[in-house]
């Protein structure tokens, strides 16, 4: 029951939404830490897509790639940009406090940097990260590797930047003022009771520790997130810890074909949650995800992880079973495989 129901919440059977931006929304937040991934991450779950379809709702500024929640890229929408970004700046800046003190990123180099920024991306100016280094060291801000990626995610958890327009296949940064409408802030708890919903409505069944680790808030600020919609969550006390599930999650109907999904690296159905026993077993896990954090793509059947997938050409992927036992479905997994091929060679307008 918990797969079947996490399948239908995280859209990847029967999906309502119809574009990138009602999926990310309805999501909460997509993770996007594999550029090319995250797009796939949006296309298996709307059938009907293309890549371009995802490209253009990215020119658009519809969805935004941005450091929140926890420190890494997410697509979220873009009139969830600002409160979103209120909510995660603390927890987000206490998480990078030890690695920007060893890497020798002060607070004046930020507000340096920031400044420079500024003036470079004003006029609707979108710029790569390249491109930003290059004028950096032109106003005599020299940065390693390293210090550039956290001057960069620093201003935009400051909210001065934000993804841009892809510029030959490379992601930009814009100034967030330019690119994003004025929305209404919300106060905290309306906030917290916002992204709790989001989360619940989206990956139901799961639990408080699964909802504090996708959130990146503290555990009392979830729990108390948790209480704020209390009226709308199903308590399963059978479960050790207890899952929540959102009043608005339909039950799974019985389908007698097998579902089969090529689901990205870093997808949210299994990096969203801290406990991922339900839906991959222990023995497998180091072949799915890493100790550094490394999410490889895997092969889902009937919401099980069975094993992983690469891409081998834009016709073919290569698939690598947990185990000789598992048998994977041919005639599934080449709807699977269908589905990916078309999402990334067919043209739409």
Known sequence: MIRSLRLLNHQLINSHCHSPKDLVSWMGALQAQNYPMSKWAMGIRLPASTIRTIDKA????????????????????????????ALSKRNIQSALKFRNKNSGITDNLCMQCNRTLEKMLAGQTHLTRQE???????????????????????AEIEGIVCSGIDKNNQCTYALLEERIPPTPMLSQDEALARLATKFFQSHSPASLYDFAWWS????????KAIDLI????????????CLWTHTSCSSPQRHNTESLHLLPSYDEYLIAYKDRIHVIDTQHQPKAFNAYGTFYPIVLCNGQVVGTWNKTNQSAASISPFHSKIEIPQIPLQRAVDAYKHFITVKTP
């Open 132 to 154: 930003i280094c290059s004028v950096f060291h032109r106003s005599g801000i020299n940065l390693s590797p390293t210090q550039m990626i956290l001057v960069m995610m620093q």
């Open 216 to 223: 990146g808030l503290t555990r009392c600020e979830a729990k």
């Open 230 to 241: 209390a009226p709308d969550l199903v308590q399963d006390k059978r479960s050790s810890p």
């Open 58 to 85: 990215i020119q658009g500024g519809e969805i935004i790639r941005m450091h929140v929640l926890r420190p890494t890229w997410h697509w979220i929408p873009k009139e969830d940009v600002r409160w979103m970004l």
